[in-house]
Nanobody, 125 residues
Framework: VQLVESGGGLVQAGGSLRLSCAAS????????MGWFRQAPGKEREFACG????????YYGDSVKGRFTISRDNAKNTVYLQMNSLRPEDTAVYYC???????????????????WGQGTQVTVSS
């Protein structure tokens, strides 16, 4: 699976952005998908994930209630709707995929096999 993120940019605090991650390959529907982020000088952090059929999603505490992950298996795409953005949300956002699990959403970087190149999100105060 190859992953390509898009939709990043510059937004003011309180604003919204929607990220997309387009996947190649026929096995997209077999993968748990995750969004991670990495701010300068910090470790990559789990933001959220979604099971293979979109039935279950899981969010990190820092984004819970503000971000929403969704997927469209017919379009081989996963989305991240980000609302009420804060300056501390500034980071490079990465899409990731794993087929090690289908119904378990791991928050661990090492559990994901495929990664996109990342898209920059900058939130100004």
């Amino acid at each position: 699976v190859q992953l390509v993120e898009s939709g990043g940019g510059l937004v003011q605090a309180g604003g919204s952005l929607r990220l997309s991650c387009a996947a190649s390959g026929r096995t997209f529907g077999d993968h748990v998908m995750g969004w991670f982020r990495q701010a300068p000088g910090k470790e990559r952090e789990f933001a959220c994930g979604i099971t293979w059929n979109g039935g279950v999603s899981y969010y990190g505490d820092s984004v819970k209630g503000r971000f929403t992950i969704s997927r469209d298996n017919a379009k081989n795409t996963v989305y991240l709707q980000m609302n009420s953005l804060r300056p501390e949300d500034t980071a490079v956002y990465y899409c990731a995929a794993t087929r090690s699990y289908r119904a378990y959403i791991s928050p661990l970087v090492g559990d994901y096999d495929h990664w996109g190149q990342g898209t920059q999100v900058t939130v100004s105060s």
